[in-house]
Every structure is written in C-alpha cells, then in structure tokens.
C-alpha cells in the first residue's frame, strides 16, 4: 500500500512539473501577443508588465518572480485537491517546485545565463538578447520550444557572456 501511495504522488508530482512548465511557456507566449491579436482586443493590457520587463531586460529577483508566479496561479495550485487529498498536496508541492525552479531559472538567466548547464542554451537570455518576439519563450526548460518549434539557436556566447563571473547560487534572491 505505501508503495502505491508514493507511487501516484510521485506520479502526480512529476505531472504537476510538466504541466506547470507547459502552462508558463504558453502564459509567456501570450505575453508577447501583438496588439492586433484578437487576444488583445479583449484584454488591451495584457502584456504590459512584461514590455516593461523587456525594455529593463532585469528580473525581479527570485523571490519577487516566485511570488508573481505563484499569487496568480492559486486555483491551478489546488486543482488536485478535487481528485483527492494525496494528488492535490503532490500537485501543490510539484507545481510551487516548479514556481521556484522557473523563478531561479529567470533570475539566473538574466544574470549568468552560462550557469544553465541544463540547457545547450539559455533560452530566456537569447530571448532577451536579440529581441525575439516569437522565440525561445521557456524560463526553467526549453523543451516546449522544441515541441512547438519556437526554439531558434544562434550563437550566444560573445565576449560579455565570457566576461561574466558568479557561480550558480549567485543571483538576485530578493
């Protein structure tokens, strides 16, 4: 019985990771809708915290992005508890693990994107960098990228990148 307790958390937790991850690719996508999209239309300022992050090209540090992320997802954050107690606390807790990986990945992408070894390439820097409006849209993964064919490699790493120092726990925490 414990086996296949730990099992389905396991199970919904994992599943939590993916769908979260899948959700915030999708959520930054539509951030970055033009203003003729009939999205806008309907909801003319969607988007425009996220032009102002463009134009400062800085997060907020990661607890600041991990609030913002997770203080606009509390419905999804306990949509498991429906199924039952076991598959709502391992969505909860796979879905805040999430929050704080894409929050960490943001931060340290904006200050040592070399540091995300998990990656061939930082893709939220390169987002950044060469002002890629409809590329490279993951903050902690990029396999969505892939899957939607929106991840675009180029070559990144310039005398800037190669300058930069900090190890991979040195980023903005507040």
């Known amino acids: 019985m414990a086996v296949e307790k730990i099992s389905e958390f396991s199970a919904w937790f994992v599943l939590a990771f993916i769908v979260s991850s ?21 909801f003319p300022k969607i988007g425009e915290v996220h032009r102002n992050h463009h134009v400062r090209n800085e997060a907020q540090g990661v607890l600041g992005e991990f609030i913002d992320y997770v203080k606009s997802a509390i419905p999804y954050l306990l949509l498991m508890f429906v199924v039952s107690k076991l598959a709502g606390i391992a969505w909860l807790l ?81």
């Not at 996508?29 to 999209?37: E, N, Y």
């Not at 892939?146 to 991979?168: A, D, M």
């Open 22 to 42: 899948f959700t915030e690719y999708w959520l930054h996508r539509l951030l970055h809708v033009s203003p003729k999209h009939p999205v806008r239309r309907i």
């Open 94 to 174: 796979g879905a805040v693990f999430y929050a704080v990986f894409a929050a960490y990945s943001h931060q340290l992408q904006h200050e040592n994107p070399k540091a995300c070894f998990w990656m061939k390439m930082p893709v939220h820097y390169v987002h950044h960098k060469y002002n890629q409006w409809n590329h490279n849209f993951g903050l902690g993964v990029d396999w969505w990228d892939w899957v939607f064919r929106t991840y675009k490699p180029v070559e990144w790493i310039e005398e800037k990148e190669l300058s930069q120092s900090g190890g991979f726990w040195e980023v903005k925490w507040r």
